[in-house]
Every structure is written in structure tokens, then in C-alpha cells.
């Protein structure tokens, strides 16, 4: 696939300084620009971006952004082949191929408790998920999470992850009801699109979209491992009943058969278009955008871009419910499956910027995120300047109608938030824990007087239909997490290439599956378990071993 990468831009800014560097060490820092590489797509800053102008007049530092565009592995390979490293180096869902290439440096040279209080303190209640030894034995850590390590309880305002998503007209539509199961989420789509086959502009509902491209593949893979009843381990599933952690791939299993043999069934009545599986992703959110697709399995953050659209044009009911759908009994020999989508907290391991061995100014860019995980620097990331985009009264954070529908805004986010470079890298997440803001969510997504307070009319009065305060309420609360994390964050690549195999036959034989006529889909499924055991058998039993190793590590607490 070409690569048609965004073009770099270089920031120039000027404005008063903020905090935390001393006016003379300021004076003194060289100015620099930092290249920097970002494992998913996005639109360049505005120059006149008044966050950047601030990390420009407080650290000397500009950027140069390069967003992705095109397949996420070949790129990355393009550029480990040419050793063609930016200094900050986000790889996505491939940043174990920059880890085991050798393109980024060890942290821990630069990050500790004596010359770094504030990020060893972010990252060291989940150290023992986080730090890794090498191949001789030495600690390393490579990237510190973009997400996940929170302070406080856990908030859960609405599902961020994996789920079945239908859009609230159809919830309306159908009277409000309680949808569990697979089956009562296919009926509902199949009456709703026979009632309403366009909208209002004469243009097609198209049932349910299946994106297949690249590493988001997992919305054609995972959804078996959650109609089962566990949240997000990736391509095995885990039985965490015992301590023995049951680990096995769910694809080629009897019961990942009826998942798609109902996608069959949909397919043959219309409500899967045969371009689901060869559209790229920047079609998938142009559907999505349009308003026209009722519902597709995704995982909430993917398809951000998609429901700002809708939200923009102020289509609120064509907005998604995230629903946490388990299997109808009668695939599961009866068995009643409790549903378990939302995991209890976790880091994101090996997600986020690491520093590049090509980088000639790792202990600055390491001291700039140490002054940055203070409270001053956080607030201005999350929230914003005080007075402008928010308010505080009675020591609560609150924003206007104007400024939360600001926060919403893709354009004004371009020239007022550093969205491209906070992403990425080290943050506070949860509740301001101390002073005098104690107690408001670090994230003004999750402060209730925004979730609730801000909230479009429509939404509320859907909320209300239901009886619920909250989005998260259609699906269960968080489930404990398991002492392994996620097997999704385990470095498969001792099995690369089995793991590659499993992973292209699935790409191959699902959508098959999925559109074969339907008197020749068990014969396929067949065909299909047949070709993928041996893949299959070999990276089941690799990440056995490994569940079982992350858990003792971190229950040992290594």
C-alpha cells in the first residue's frame, strides 16, 4: 500500500512563560525541534496553536509531526530498514517491532526516584507490569503508558473499549428495549432496517460494517472472546476461574462457529455490504460519519473522529450505544454467560512515545515530561487556560456551554489543545488527589458536571427512557482485573511467524465464511479450523505459558 505520509510542520511560538523552568534555565535550553512519529492518523496543529506557543517559550522545544498514513507495519518497516528514526516515536499497536529492532533507548537511564520523583511516582505502583528485563537480564522500560495508570477509584462514565455499537435511533425506534443477547441485537437491526430501509434523505442504512483493514482486524476477530464473557485478551480467551489460567485461542473453537455463521445469515439478507471487507479505515469513518451505518463492533476510541463528525452536525441519534452482548443460550449448550466488557484499570503497556536511539536530547525531552506531570502543566493539557476555556466555583471545574461544545470541535482543538503530542505521552488520569481542586477528574470528559451538566438535550432524554444517568450503565461494571492484565499487551514475538500465519489465515477464511452461500458454510468452517490448527496450536500454547508467567510476576510482585 503507499505511504502518502502527512507533511511536517514546524511550530513556531511565542507567548509568556507558564511554570516550573526558571526564567534563566529557560534562557539557556537551546531551542530545538523534535521529530515525532504517530502510529495512527491526524491533522497537523495550527501554527498559531496557543499550547504549543507555551511548550515553545517554557521548554524551547518545537515539533514536527508525522501522522500515519497507510499500513501501520510496513511503514514502521520502511523505517527500521532505513533506521530512519524520529526522536519520539509512537508505534501504535506495532511498537514491539521498534522494541525488538533496537530503535528506541532504555528509560530507566534517564527516569528514577532521585532525578524524576514525579514520573517514577506515575509509573511505580504498576512497575511490575511496566518494567521488563532484557535479553541479558537488565531492566528496561521503554515507553511509559499513554493511558491507563489513574489515580483514584476507576471512572466508568461510558464504555472507551471493545463493544457491539447501535446507534440510538434504532434503540428509540424500538421502544427502548434491553438488548443482551446476539440474536436480540440482529433482530432489532434486521426490523428496524425493513421499517426504515434509507434515511431521511433517501440514502441506504447499511445494517452492520465490519472494518477488516490492517491491525484493526479485531473488529472482524475479537468479538467471539466478549460474546463468551471475558473483556479484551486479544485473540486467546482466559479462563481466570482458577489460578491455572486456562489460556486458548477462541477462533478455531466450536464456539466462535455460530458468531459467524450468523454474520453469514446477515450478509445473505442485506445487512452487511460486501465493501466492509476491502474498504480502508478512512472509508469506515466516512460511513460512520454519514450517519447511514447502524452498527458495527469497534472499540469506542477508534471511531472518535466518526461520532465528533455526527456531533458536529448535531445528528445525535445517529451517535452509537455501546452494548455489552453476550451469546443466546442456545449456542452454548444452554449456558447463561454473564457479560464482562469493562476491565478493571490498566496501563498501557508499550503504548505511547518512546525516545528513539537516534535521538540526540533524550534527558531533556525526559526532564520536559517530568515538569509536565505537574499539576500547572496537566491542567493546562486537560483543561485548558482558566477563564477562557473553563471556569472554577465553589473548588469545582466547570465549563460553559460554549467552552465544553469548544472541546468537541476538531478545528478549535487544532489551534487550542496538543492533542498530537499529549496522546502519546505520560499523563494523569482519574482524580486531582491533592490541593485545592481535590476531587475533580483530571479529564473533563469524566467530570460529572460536564458528563451530565453539558450533555445534549437528546441524550439526556434518551438516558432518561432508560432510567439511567450515565452511558456505562448498558453494560456491567468493571470486572476484577486478572493478575496477567490483558494478553493483548504480551509480546507474541518469539512465535512471530506463527503468530503472522494465524493471523493471515484468519483474514482470509472469515470473510469467506462470512459470504459463502449458506449450505456450503459448515463444509468451509471446516476447511477453515483445519488450515489454523497448527498456527494456532503453537501460539495457544506460547501465550499459556506467558499468561502464566505475567501473573506470577505480578502476584509475586516482582
Known amino acids: 500500500m503507499k505511504k502518502i505520509l502527512a507533511a511536517a510542520l514546524v511550530l513556531s511560538m511565542v507567548t509568556a512563560p507558564m511554570v516550573s523552568v526558571h526564567a534563566e534555565e529557560a534562557e ?3 531551542p530545538i525541534t523534535l521529530t515525532v512519529f504517530r502510529g495512527d492518523p ?23 509531526f508525522e501522522f500515519l498514513a497507510g499500513d501501520l507495519d510496513e511503514t514502521l518497516g520502511v523505517k527500521i530498514a532505513g533506521e530512519d528514526y524520529p ?16 530503535a528506541l533507548i532504555n528509560l530507566l537511564d534517564y527516569v528514577s526516584p532521585e532525578k524524576t520523583p514525579r514520573l517514577w511516582a506515575h509509573i511505580e505502583p504498576q512497575k511490575a507490569r511496566l518494567i521488563e528485563k532484557d535479553e541479558d537480564g537488565n531492566d528496561v522500560l521503554y515507553i511509559i503508558p499513554n493511558y491507563g495508570l489513574a489515580d483514584g477509584e476507576q471512572i466508568v462514565n461510558q464504555v472507551n473499549g471493545p463493544a457491539f455499537f447501535i446507534q440510538k435511533q434504532v434503540l428509540e425506534w424500538g421502544g427502548y428495549p434491553q438488548i443482551h443477547t446476539l440474536n436480540e441485537y440482529f433482530d432489532l437491526l434486521d426490523r428496524f432496517i425493513e421499517a426504515n430501509p434509507t434515511d431521511e434523505n433517501g440514502t441506504p442504512y447499511t445494517g452492520f460494517d465490519i472494518l477488516c483493514e490492517d491491525w484493526r482486524h479485531f473488529c472482524l476477530i475479537n468479538p467471539v472472546q466478549h460474546l463468551m464473557g471475558r473483556p479484551n485478551d486479544g485473540e486467546v480467551l482466559v479462563d481466570v476461574s482458577t489460578n491455572d489460567f486456562k489460556t486458548e485461542t477462541f477462533i478455531d473453537k466450536p464456539y466462535a462457529k455460530p458468531y459467524y455463521k450468523k454474520l453469514n445469515e446477515q450478509f445473505h439478507k442485506g445487512l452487511i455490504s460486501k465493501d466492509t471487507f476491502v474498504m480502508n479505515y478512512d472509508q469506515y469513518i466516512a460511513q460512520l460519519s454519514s450517519g447511514t451505518v447502524l452498527g458495527m463492533f469497534d472499540q469506542t476510541w477508534d471511531f472518535n473522529n466518526a461520532t465528533f463528525a455526527l ?3 448535531n445528528m445525535y441519534k445517529n451517535t452509537y450505544v455501546a452494548l455489552g452482548l453476550v451469546y443466546d443460550p442456545e449456542y452454548v449448550d444452554g449456558k447463561e454467560i454473564e457479560e464482562h466488557y469493562v476491565n478493571g484499570s490498566l496501563p498501557n503497556v508499550r503504548r505511547g512515545f518512546g525516545i528513539s536511539v537516534n535521538c540526540e536530547c533524550p534527558e531533556r525531552i525526559v526532564n520536559m515530561w517530568e515538569e509536565m506531570m505537574s499539576d500547572e502543566w496537566q491542567m493546562l493539557f486537560n483543561w485548558g487556560v482558566e477563564g477562557e476555556d473553563y471556569y472554577i466555583e465553589d473548588g469545582r471545574l466547570m465549563m460553559s456551554e460554549e467552552q465544553y461544545a469548544n ?4 478545528t478549535w482543538k487544532l489551534s487550542n489543545k496538543a492533542e498530537a503530542f499529549t496522546q502519546s505521552s505520560p499523563k494523569k488520569q482519574g482524580y486531582i488527589m491533592d490541593g485545592d481542586l481535590a476531587g475533580n477528574c483530571w479529564e473533563p470528559a469524566n467530570q460529572p458536571e460536564i458528563v451530565f451538566g453539558q450533555m445534549n438535550e437528546y441524550d439526556k432524554a434518551f438516558l432518561e427512557a432508560y432510567g439511567y444517568q450515565k452511558f456505562a450503565d448498558f453494560v456491567n461494571p468493571p470486572i476484577e482485573l486478572a493478575p ?6 504480551i509480546d507474541y514475538s518469539p512465535v512471530d511467524v506463527e503468530h503472522q500465519d494465524f493471523l493471515d489465515i484468519q483474514d482470509k477464511y472469515l470473510p469467506e465464511l462470512i459470504m459463502c452461500e449458506p449450505d456450503e458454510f ?3 468452517w471446516d476447511e477453515f479450523v483445519e488450515e489454523i490448527t497448527p498456527s494456532a496450536t503453537v501460539f495457544g500454547e506460547f501465550m499459556q505459558e506467558q499468561v502464566l508467567a505475567e501473573a506470577a510476576k505480578v502476584l509475586n510482585n516482582e
Open 484 to 489: 496477567y492484565g490483558e494478553a493483548w499487551q
Open 28 to 30: 539557556a535550553l537551546e
Open 87 to 102: 526522536d519520539l516515536f509512537d508505534g501504535g499497536n506495532s511498537a514491539d517491532l521498534l522494541i525488538q529492532n533496537g
Open 407 to 410: 472541546t468537541l470541535d476538531n
Open 42 to 64: 491526524g491533522d497537523q496543529p495550527a501554527e498559531d496553536n496557543k499550547i504549543y506557543k507555551k511548550i515553545e517559550e517554557e521548554f524551547g522545544v518545537t515539533f514536527e
Open 311 to 313: 456531533q458536529d452536525a
Open 522 to 524: 459448515d463444509a468451509k
